[in-house]
């Protein structure tokens, strides 16, 4: 799948700091795509939204999904922001983990390698992806 119309996509992030997602931010800049705010957890990132006058088409999340609290704060963000998407990214394969995401509303589940860019943009033209 190419990528389309990538350079009108408005993302947030909510990461951990982690170096891949720095060179996911960098990379997405380059290519065109509006970041409107990063944050390093769900919290802060629930603030920065909560300031935007218009929610981002995608918002890109990667943190310890394992974490009970974490799955905690993505259910009070989704009933926060019902209509926003949410794309996971993380370097576990954990099926459990992604069907309860799945179940949150998350749209995409990305693996570290995979294309970032291609979930953009498959999630924002075409609407729900599975996991």
């Given amino acids: 799948m190419e990528t389309k119309n990538i350079n009108r996509i ?7 700091k982690s170096p891949v997602m720095d060179l996911i931010h960098d990379d997405l800049i380059t290519s065109g795509v509006d ?15 909560s300031s935007l006058t218009t929610l981002p088409n995608i918002c890109i999340i990667d943190l310890d999904f394992s974490d009970k609290d974490i799955m905690k704060q993505f259910r009070e963000l ?46 924002v033209n075409s609407g729900w992806m599975n996991a």
């Fill in 78 to 123: 989704r009933s926060q922001y019902p209509t926003l998407k949410l794309i996971a990214h993380s370097d576990m394969d954990d099926e459990k983990i992604i069907r309860e995401l799945a179940e949150l509303g998350f749209s995409k589940y990305v693996l570290i390698g995979e294309d970032i860019k291609k979930a953009i943009d498959g999630v």
């Fill in 35 to 49: 970041v409107v705010f990063r944050s390093d957890n769900v919290a802060d990132g629930n603030n920065q939204l």
């Fill in 10 to 16: 408005t993302t947030g992030f909510i990461n951990d």
